[in-house]
């Protein structure tokens, strides 16, 4: 799940590029510029990543349903080569998302860095800032924040 918590109003967002594996709604991806698709970012990665986002739009037998809950399969799961939309994160803006490791042992304030296609404490300098829990109707998130200092792990 991706919640945007704080974000600029109508900032570009790429939906020229499909997805190379399989992943889920809010994993923070890398571009191929050649291939036109987009893969899990690295470990240690801190900048120049994209959260990875489908449109929602149901599919198969669920076309006919009238209300749909944000954490359907449906709408969470990207298959390799579906379209995807892109979501750069920018300086000032929140997010929250369930693609943590080990953050029950974080603190707010600890930086943040991609490890296995999941957020988790940084070892490296990061602008991504562990922001607390985040309560989504009974669905545990955890906050980043995009900060514009670079902030070391203690």
Do not use: W
Not at 7 to 17: E, P, V
Not at 109 to 125: I, N, Q
């Amino acid at each position: 799940m991706l919640r945007e918590l704080q974000t600029y109003f109508m900032k570009n967002i790429d939906a020229m590029y499909k997805a190379a594996s399989d992943m889920v709604v809010g994993t923070p991806v890398v571009k191929d510029y050649e291939a036109k698709t987009v893969d899990t970012a690295p470990d240690k990665t801190v900048a120049g990543f994209f959260f990875a986002r489908k449109e929602r739009i149901p599919t198969g037998c669920y076309c006919g349903v009238g209300d749909m809950s944000d954490y359907h399969d449906n709408f969470m799961n990207i298959k390799a080569g579906e379209g995807v939309t892109l979501i750069p994160p920018v300086f000032g803006e929140r997010y929250a998302t369930e693609l943590f490791d080990g953050a029950e042992e974080l603190s707010v304030g600890d930086p943040l860095m991609v490890s296995g296609g999941k957020f988790k404490k940084a070892d490296v300098e990061s602008p991504l800032i562990y922001g607390g829990e985040f309560d989504d109707a009974g669905h545990k998130l955890y906050i980043i924040e995009v900060s514009n200092v670079n902030k070391s792990a203690e």
